[in-house]
């Protein structure tokens, strides 16, 4: 292994650290941009780096500055954060391009050099609570990711924004101070912080201190659940995807809540599952009925929002609550629907997400009842639009089709019907909304707004318009989304402690 | 065109509608050249489904495209004696109505007909997919992108009634293929293991009759293009799409692919030996018996010409389901004698219903009398389409009936044929008054002469007149020279 390679896992956070850094002495929007660009660029090539290797070898454990673990960070690099970290860091630089004048569009001059140096900063902490096995750590990257997400929030150009993005910091920072409270009570019972040999501990702990583990594990399951807005919880998130700047609508919408819910994922089969069996612990219990409810409640919500973004972001609280009910149902096919679905969502949520910052650079208006006929007008714009939309209800052939498959089997197979019926009739309602935005697209008279809007420039529609291809191909050849997310489950439940006769 | 590989042919199907698709919008501004276009991509289509029949008549079962989306989901074709009959119906009356539009486009100014034509051959390529699926899973993306694909024709009007029979469109079949056909799919995957379509079945001794009863519902239920009451109301309110949206999707592919899945899905997923083993497909009987007879009386209150065909075609759907149910083979044969008898048949009869909207500007039976003086070949036609709807001889409709009632009578069960004979004497009942009012009664002499000049007309357009007659002849002709559609549904059941 070459001395390039097996410093890939510090690459994947210090070149967006450093190029935040340097980003903060740049003026110019423009050349910030050029920048920010070549950074995010870098990092999925060091992603899908060390997803090879790992595919091929086997988990990585790379100590930072050397020291060993547990006392040194360990940044441990396995198939499922591989997975995130190629998620997070692929749709980033896909979207960069479409930033330059989409932002210009809607921040000051002055302030554009600024946006993507946050830019580059939350990209630091959302690859950086990916990649480290350090639960402590991970919350030092979820500050520096959730600092500068509140800066770039209120960035919007609405003055609501600021309003939003407050509201975001202080239910955020309830958040991280919940997961660091369950944090500090894992550290009492085991006196580890790594991930790992948290595990390793937890068990015996356990035996000694029943409460303050299961306690721990509330107030970490609390803490990340407030950040990836897992319904009730998800107040923050309409109005912060709403008011944030285009860009970071799109941005925050496919890469935060995802890194949160891979938090989650972590939590409960790497730490609680090995430790105990999870049988024993209220997750499930929990997290049906609150998937269940952000499927429909936010779904409907989603139905009566004539702000599309809005309108997108209830949808998205309805979409992760899929990914919990993946996760919820613990077998195989539904772990890999809901992993999957991580992955698809990201694509189809930035695509749609993109659609509306071209339509509100273009007419100046993402209200409904304004865009009449916008479909003729930008007609690739709205094509996106439509593309990701179907693969949102989950049309057959489409990346969403493949989530929802692989759910309604793991429901089925745990013998459980009336959750797969319960997944079919909440995507109805996505189709609700989606046909209620595509009909006044294409069948109202053009409207005012929009007469004179046309495709946004190149920058922005080709970002826009691979992901919407993403949004489909990944319906047809899964072997990246499916294939990984199949064996990503088969590890963690193969991690998992089982008790009892089962 | 027998010099290609049957396998080239199957791919070639698939492909000429979507490239279709693709090039129609270049020629924009050039209607001559788009119509061209369309006509040259439906004249390649039929030709290349023809140029299959051979082979399949001779054996071969040529397959194109095996595609692993993931584990057990294919995305697979291959030809089998039905998806042919169906490819074979679709594909040349897309041809037929391909003129047919022609005429209607122009003669009513209809807006947006580049778009119009994508969407048809879009439609056309996702019947091509639904006919030559060699699965579940693939039928049910191409079953998808046919309702997708078909709901700008339906909502093509873009006004409140319009937009709003959009909806119930996409909200009722969307809507019965995402809850009830879905979870079909997936749970039959889970009893089976595979979602291909195996002669015979693939759920023999894989489940009890209790829950082959439920599956069956969920794809009787799920498969609303099949119009099965009580989920049949998206099929009237379609109606106000342009007649040859109504004549080709909602009298031929649309919801020939519904009754097609179904039959599909009873011989090759259940597996007729199976369904009458276990006895859980006698509720389908009365199930398709009800929507028969029920969608008939509707149909014989209905003033409004497309109305009454629409109810006519519900029920003439049940009829395929209701011969599927009766479980025997040689009804299965029935059943597929029947889509093509019924495609061919109400495809004309929706011609007619065009023809006269688009040279008398009436859509009212009550306005239509005497019509049958000022248009001949249009009535004519139509006579002929609704003696195969009663299915009286020298028509296509008889012989479907005929293999329908052999099969009830052969396996002793009455109900069937009781049912058969009360909705003939039905379809009779509304389908002759139209015809007694076209040629018999006087037309009101309420206008002087030459005082209303829309009152005044003649025939419709030339290419609308050919396309009907061109599907009158079919109906008779399929009447009189059966043995390839024969050969084929026999075919099917034969393995």
């Avoid at chain 1, 937890?202 to 583990?213: D, F, K, M, T």
């Avoid at chain 1, 909440?426 to 046909?435: F, N």
């Avoid at chain 2, 997708?148 to 909200?171: C, D, F, M, Q, W």
């Avoid at chain 2, 879905?182 to 293991?193: E, F, N």
Wanted: contains cysteine; proline residues 5%.
């Amino acid at each position: 292994m070459s001395a390039l390679t097996a410093q890939l896992p510090g690459l994947q956070v210090v070149i967006p650290l450093l190029g935040a850094v340097v980003a903060a002495f740049i003026r110019r929007g423009t050349i910030a941009w050029g920048w920010a660009t070549l950074i995010t660029a870098m990092t999925p090539i060091v992603a899908f780096a060390l997803l090879i290797q790992v595919w091929t070898g086997g988990p990585i454990s790379y100590h930072m500055g050397g020291w060993p673990p547990p006392i040194g960070i360990e940044y441990r690099v396995d198939l499922l954060n591989a997975f995130v970290l190629v998620l997070v860091s692929l749709v980033s630089a896909i979207m960069m391009p479409y930033a330059r004048r989409s932002v210009a569009h809607e921040i000051d001059g002055d302030k554009q050099a600024w946006f993507y140096c946050m830019y580059l900063l939350c990209l630091t902490g959302l690859l950086g609570i990916t990649i480290t096995g350090d639960a402590f750590n991970a919350f030092v990257f979820m500050e520096i990711s959730s600092l500068s997400s509140y800066v770039l929030i209120a960035m919007g150009r609405d003055r609501r924004a600021l309003v939003a993005a407050y509201q975001y910091l202080i239910i955020g920072t309830i958040g991280a101070t919940f997961y660091v409270v369950g944090v500090g009570l894992l550290y009492l019972v085991t006196g580890s912080l790594n991930f790992a040999d948290i595990a390793l501990r937890l068990g015996e702990a356990s035996a000694v201190y029943p409460r303050p583990v299961l306690a721990g594990l509330a107030f970490l399951f609390v803490g990340i659940s407030l950040k990836l807005a897992l319904f009730p919880l998800h107040v923050w998130l309409p109005n912060a995807y709403a008011y944030a700047p285009s860009f970071a609508t799109a941005f925050l919408a496919a890469t935060a809540t995802k890194v949160a819910i891979y938090l989650l994922l972590r939590v409960i089969f790497s730490i609680y599952g090995v430790a105990l069996d999870l049988k024993t612990l209220p997750v499930s219990a929990v997290l049906y009925p609150l998937s269940i409810a952000a499927m429909f409640i936010a779904s409907i919500l989603a139905v009566y929002e004539t702000n599309l973004k809005r309108m997108l972001a209830y949808s998205s609280v309805a979409q992760i609550g899929y990914i919990t009910l993946g996760i919820a149902l613990m077998n195989q096919a539904g772990l890999t629907g809901g992993i999957v679905h991580l992955f698809n969502h990201a694509l189809i949520k930035g695509a749609l997400f993109l659609a509306l910052g071209a339509i509100l650079y273009r007419a100046g208006t993402i209200k409904l009842e304004q865009l009449g006929g916008v479909g003729r007008t930008m007609p690739l714009t709205c094509a996106a639009f439509v593309v990701a939309g179907m693969s949102l209800m989950g049309v057959p052939g489409t990346a969403g089709f493949i989530s929802k498959y692989y759910l309604i089997v793991g429901a089925l197979n745990a013998g459980m019907w009336p959750i797969a019926f319960l997944i079919v009739a909440s995507s109805l309602i996505a189709l609700v909304y989606i046909g209620r935005a595509v009909e006044v697209a294409y069948f109202r008279p053009v409207s005012s707004a929009v007469a004179h809007a046309k495709d946004p420039p190149l920058l922005m529609l080709v970002p826009l318009l691979v992901l919407a291809f993403a949004s489909v191909y990944f319906g047809i050849d899964t072997e990246l989304s499916a294939g990984v997310a199949g064996r990503v489950a088969e590890t963690l439940l193969s991690g998992l402690k089982v008790g009892g006769a089962n | 065109m027998l010099a290609f590989a049957p396998e080239s042919l199957v791919l070639a199907a698939l492909t000429i509608p979507l490239l279709g698709a693709l090039v129609i919008p270049l020629f924009h501004s050039a209607p001559n050249a788009r119509e061209s276009v369309t006509l040259i991509t439906a004249g390649a289509l039929a030709l290349t489904v023809w140029s299959l029949l051979p082979h399949v008549l001779a054996g071969a079962r040529p397959a194109a495209i095996d595609l692993a989306v993931v584990p057990g989901l294919n995305i697979a074709f291959q030809v089998e004696p039905l998806g042919l009959l169906f490819a074979l119906v679709a594909a040349s009356l897309w041809l037929v109505t391909s003129v047919y539009s022609i005429g209607y486009m122009r003669g009513n100014n209809e807006p947006r007909q580049t778009s119009f034509y994508i969407c048809f051959a879009v439609a056309l390529w996702a019947t091509m997919g639904i006919a030559f699926a060699k699965n579940l899973f693939t039928l049910f993306i191409f079953y998808e992108i046919l309702t997708l694909s078909t709901y700008p024709l339906v909502a093509h009007k873009a006004n409140g009634e319009a937009i709003r029979a959009g909806r119930i469109y996409l909200l009722i079949l969307i809507g019965t293929s995402m809850v009830l056909l879905l979870p079909a799919i997936a749970w039959t995957y889970v009893l089976a293991g595979t979602l291909d379509f195996t002669p015979g079945g693939i759920l023999g001794g894989k489940a009890t009759p209790l829950v082959l009863c439920v599956l069956l519902a969920l794809f009787a239920f799920g498969i609303g293009k099949a119009a099965l009451m009580p989920l049949h109301f998206w099929l009237p309110a379609a109606m106000v799409a342009p007649t040859p949206v109504s004549a080709l999707l909602h009298a031929v592919a649309v919801v020939k692919a519904g009754v097609f899945t179904i039959l599909k899905v009873i011989v090759y997923i259940f597996g007729i030996e199976t369904l009458a083993y276990a006895g859980s497909g006698t509720w389908l009987v009365y199930a398709a018996g009800f929507t028969l007879i029920a969608a008939s009386l509707v149909a014989l209150r209905k003033d409004n010409l497309k109305a009454r065909l629409a109810y006519s075609t519900v029920s003439q759907l049940s009829y395929v389901i209701l011969a599927a149910a009766i479980l025997a083979p040689i009804s299965a044969v029935g059943a597929a004698m029947h889509i093509a008898a019924h495609a061919v048949s109400k495809i004309t009869l929706f011609f007619a219903a065009g023809s006269i909207y688009t040279a008398a500007h009436k859509t009212e039976i009550s306005e239509l009398a005497g019509i049958g003086r000022r248009m001949p070949w249009t009535m004519g036609a139509f006579t002929i389409g609704a003696i195969s709807m009663i299915g009286l001889p020298p028509t296509a409709g008889f012989l479907g009936k005929w293999f329908m009632l052999s099969g009830a009578a052969q396996t002793g069960q009455w109900l069937p044929v009781a049912i058969i004979v009360a909705s003939t004497l039905l379809n009779a009942a509304y389908f002759l008054p139209i015809i007694y009012t076209a040629f018999f009664e006087r037309e009101p002499a309420a206008h002087a002469v030459g005082a209303d000049a829309a009152h005044d007309h003649g025939e419709a357009p030339l290419p609308i007149v050919i396309a009907l007659t061109f599907t009158a002849a079919a109906t008779v002709g399929l009447f009189l020279f059966p043995d390839g559609l024969l050969t084929l549904a026999k075919l099917m059941v034969g393995g």
